[in-house]
């Protein structure tokens, strides 16, 4: 069955420290990929996603994902973790139906 | 501006009773979708809708319905409330031919 998997429920890192959120997908086709975060207390938005094309992918507030077919990943960084990065990360693949299946989520927490 | 809303975003009653929940969407897309969100922040597919076809997640109870009046909302109807239904419910859209989906705030439902 279609599935991502996020390593790591909770993951600390210092304020300018490395994030590292990892995400492995199960498809054995190309998928589509998405991260989202979900700030407390609100809605899931769009951090960035893979279609097609570069595998290296740019999202919002400095964060980026690079697609590995074959390590069947798609790792979400940044370079310097900030105290408003502090949040609730989710990896997600699309079914043929355009319904999402989300990994568990991971809980960043930035320790100042 | 709102492209994605849900109303109420806080909801406690009574177990046995019916209620509804509204979402709405102003970005003008084909298919709308219902996930809830459980208190360990696992996010499951619901349903899909678009003006052509439901698609029901096998796992959801029949005590649950999906109901469109238009392109723009797609409200959630759930009968005989239980206490496991309490959780955090989000709407989303997306656009025909298009993956990324767009979250509402989310209405968290207490079920006492």
């Known amino acids: 069955a279609q599935s991502v998997t996020q390593l790591g429920s909770h993951v600390s890192v210092s304020e300018g420290a490395l994030v590292l959120l990892r995400c492995n997908y199960s498809s054995s086709v190309p998928p589509y990929l998405f991260w989202y975060v979900q700030y407390p207390n609100q809605g899931l938005q769009l951090l960035l996603k893979y279609t097609t094309g570069a595998t290296l992918v740019k999202g919002i507030n400095g964060f980026e994902a690079e697609f590995k077919k074959s390590e069947t990943s798609f790792h979400l960084t940044k370079p310097s973790a900030h105290m408003s990065d502090a949040a609730e990360y989710f990896c997600?693949?699309?079914?043929?139906?355009?319904?999402?299946?989300f990994g568990t989520g991971t809980s960043l927490t930035v320790i100042p | 501006d709102t492209a994605v809303s849900q109303t109420p975003k806080y909801l406690v009653t009574q177990m046995g009773n019916d209620k509804s929940i509204k979402c709405e969407q102003n970005l003008g897309h084909d298919t709308m979708y219902w996930y809830k969100q459980d208190s360990k922040k696992f996010l499951k597919i619901m349903f899909s809708y678009n003006n052509k076809e439901l698609i029901i997640n096998e796992t959801v109870p029949n005590r649950f319905s999906p109901k469109s009046p238009d392109k723009a909302h797609l409200n959630l109807h759930i009968n005989s409330l239980e206490l496991g239904d309490s959780a955090v419910y989000f709407c989303a859209s997306s656009p025909q031919g298009g993956y990324t989906q767009y979250f509402g705030p989310g209405t968290r439902l207490t079920v006492l």
């Open positions: 997600a693949e699309p079914n043929t139906g355009n319904q999402f299946y």
